[in-house]
């Protein structure tokens, strides 16, 4: 049985235009996931909840 989307893909989308499509999406999915860590980060920060990490001690 074959999947929705990629069915949906191969009829809709030309062969050769769909790595592009791939690529794309992916780097805008790369760059909203960046975003959304960087938000969770400032809003930990903002709440208290994140503190900057300090070395640990060397152990002799």
Known sequence: M????VGLVAKR??????GRLF???SAI???I???????ALLAGA???WVT???PH???A
């Open 2 to 5: 074959e999947d929705s989307y």
């Open 13 to 18: 989308i030309p062969a050769t235009r769909r």
């Open 23 to 25: 690529g794309i999406s």
């Open 29 to 31: 999915g790369g760059v």
């Open 33 to 39: 996931g960046v975003a959304g860590a960087m938000a």
């Open 46 to 48: 903002t709440a208290g």
């Open 52 to 54: 900057a990490a300090e």
């Open 57 to 59: 001690a060397r152990q």
